[in-house]
């Protein structure tokens, strides 16, 4: 009877070894997809700029208006 508890036993703390295991496995890639989530965020975001004072057009191309005005103002063509 004493040996067969100590098996049960036994099992038990395999098996709870085991579910820490997974759920800090889990945890982990938790937080992976928390950081991926945020870097696409950031992506998107990336070239949503807002200006005050300067109007927003459809569709514009802010990355080649901006480049354009700052070698205008470097005085670079």
Do not use: C, Y
């Amino acid at each position: 009877m004493t040996k067969k508890l100590r098996m049960e036993n036994k099992d038990i703390k395999k098996s709870q070894d085991s579910m820490k295991e997974e759920i800090n496995d889990l945890k982990r890639a938790h937080e992976e997809l928390l950081d991926d989530i945020s870097l696409m965020e950031m992506r998107q975001k990336e070239m949503a700029l807002r200006f005050r004072g300067v109007p927003q057009t459809h569709d514009e191309q802010i990355q080649e208006k901006l480049s354009q005005e700052i070698a205008n103002w470097l005085g670079v063509e």
